[in-house]
Each structure stands twice: as C-alpha cells, then as structure tokens.
C-alpha cells in the first residue's frame, strides 16, 4: 500500500517527504489511512475489490455537496478507476477531529442544502449504499423511483439471498402496488446525501460539521431524514434547526417507516435476518 500511496501523491505533484503513513478507522469497506507530508495531509482510501466507478461515485458526491455551498466536505484530489482486481485509492483531504457539538449546525446546513433541487427524482449514474450497487436513474414522480430502483432493487436482491420467505415476499409485493396511496409523486426533488447515519459527519476541528461518504439523489427531503431516526446519532438540537429552516410536511409521520423500510432492507441484504423483524413490522403497519 506504501507505493500505492506514494505514486498517488506524486500524481497530486506532491514530492515532499513522507512524515507518517498511519491506518486509521474507516468503516468496514476500506482500508483508511492518514498521510502526512511536509506539505499536507490527507486522508487515503484504498480497495482492490470495487468495481471502476466505486470512489468516482463518492467524490462525484463529495463535489455535487461542495458545489452547494452549503455544508462542508472534504476536498477531493484523486480517485482511480481501476481495472478488475486491480488496487484503487481514492485521496482527499484529512479532515482533523473536533469535540464541539456541531449538529444543531448540521441541521441548518443540511436543510439548506435540501434546498437546491432538480425537476426530475434520481440520479445520472449508479452509486452504491454500502457495499451494494444502487442502479439509479430519472424519472417524473417521485414515487415511481422510490417503488422501482429503491425498493424493488432490495426486493429483488433479497430474493437472491434467500431472504423474502413467502409471507414476507407477498407482502412486500403488496406494498409496491400501492406504494402510491402513501409515497407522494411530486415532492420537492432535493438534493439528498442519500447515507446520512450517525457515521457519515463528523465534526471538524474547526467546529464545523462535515458531510462524508455520500450516496447523492434527488428526491424527497423526508427520505434523508427519516434514515437519521432509524439507528439514532442525531440530537434534538440537529432536528430543530433543521425545521426552523426546511419544514417536513404534515404527513411525514405517516410515510417514515415507509422511508426506513429501504434501509432495512439494505441491513438485511447486507449482514442477515436480524433485520427481518423491523422489515416485516414495517410491511404488517401497511397492508396487514
């Protein structure tokens, strides 16, 4: 990995001396490190089981955020595309730690960003979320993209698996026939990170929140938030700003688990059944 890294640096024109090559935490996909030169940090991402367009998809997210001038996100300066087996790294910059509480920023920044928008509902190219592929494209309602490369993606992966046992297959076949009387078809199409957990900001040591590993799309700005309840790491403060400066309709209680039912499904195709009762919870609240 050292000569990888060091041949990416010297395509960033970056000939100073290594200080320190240090593997960091960096989610479960890659393996992360920290690189100091005389010159910069920077934070490296490396993996040689992803497919060409695997880290072209996040700093093409990682960009689009930027471009809104709202929150923050690391500079990116290199990714690769790489050949089948072939070591891939992607560098940007190391974004140093801070302690303070940044969220209540966080949820106006966010907001904002929610602001900028498309006339059409998804996306131009595939991404991933997690270490699925996420096949994307556009269409006019909203509602046709969450049934048809949202949900039914999942479905049918999950068919694959094994892991749609008659009852649960039949219901959720179901819920994508009626997905309309509940998903609206002309919601604001913003523009969403698309993987907001817990994990996926951090705060900077300039006390500033930054966005990380984003999965983009345009769609309805309750689908994001509802993925920030599903598994917690967000405080009251997070939601109040965020209100104070993009309400959620009236009718998001009603839709949420609907939203969190994609990302339950992602967890069940990811790492197994223990994620099969909040999928079945959710498909039994809606047609029984």
């Given at each position: ?10 395509k960033?024109?970056?000939y100073t001396?290594i200080?320190e090559i ?8 890659n393996?992360?490190?920290l ?18 367009h ?16 709202t929150?923050?996100?690391?500079t990116?300066?290199?990714?690769d595309?790489?050949e089948?087996?072939?070591e ?9 730690p801070?302690?303070q509480?940044?969220?209540?920023e966080l ?12 006339d ?15 096949p994307n494209?556009w269409?006019?309602?909203w ?5 048809n490369y949202?949900?039914?993606?999942q ?7 094994g892991?749609l046992p008659?009852?649960r297959?039949?219901?959720l076949e179901k819920?994508?026939?009626?997905l309309?009387?509940?998903?609206p078809?002309?919601p ?8 907001l957990?817990?994990?996926n900001?951090?705060?900077g ?7 990380i ?6 769609g ?10 599903l598994f917690g790491g967000f405080s009251k403060?997070f939601y109040d ?8 309709p009236d ?27 909040g999928?079945?919870?959710i ?6």
């Amino acid at each position: 990995m050292k000569d990888l890294i060091q041949s990416t640096l010297h395509k960033l024109e970056d000939y100073t001396a290594i200080e320190e090559i240090k593997q960091v935490s960096g989610g479960d996909i890659n393996r992360s490190f920290l690189v100091r030169t005389e010159s910069h940090h920077y934070f490296m991402k490396g993996n040689k089981q992803v497919p060409p367009h695997f880290f072209k998809a996040e700093a093409e997210g990682l960009q689009l955020i930027r471009d809104t001038d709202t929150v923050n996100v690391p500079t990116v300066y290199y990714f690769d595309e790489p050949e089948k087996g072939e070591e891939a790294i992607l560098a940007m910059d190391w974004v140093e730690p801070g302690v303070q509480d940044a969220s209540g920023e966080l949820g106006q920044k966010l907001a904002l960003m929610h602001q900028h928008t498309e006339d059409s509902y998804g996306y131009d190219s595939p991404t991933f979320v997690g270490t699925l592929d996420q096949p994307n494209g556009w269409t006019s309602t909203w509602v046709d993209y969450y049934r048809n490369y949202r949900l039914k993606t999942q479905m049918d992966y999950a068919k694959s698996l094994g892991r749609l046992p008659g009852k649960r297959q039949k219901r959720l076949e179901k819920l994508l026939e009626r997905l309309d009387d509940w998903v609206p078809a002309h919601p604001i199409a913003s523009l969403l990170h698309g993987d907001l957990w817990g994990g996926n900001w951090m705060t900077g040591a300039d006390h500033s929140p930054y966005l990380i590993d984003p999965s983009v799309l345009y769609g309805d700005h309750g689908f994001e938030l509802a993925f920030t309840e599903l598994f917690g790491g967000f405080s009251k403060a997070f939601y109040d700003s965020y209100q104070e400066h993009f309400p959620l309709p009236d009718h998001y209680e009603d839709i949420k688990p609907l939203y969190q039912l994609f990302y339950l499904l992602v967890h069940l195709n990811m790492f197994g059944e223990s994620y099969g009762s909040g999928v079945d919870r959710i498909l039994k609240r809606y047609v029984g």
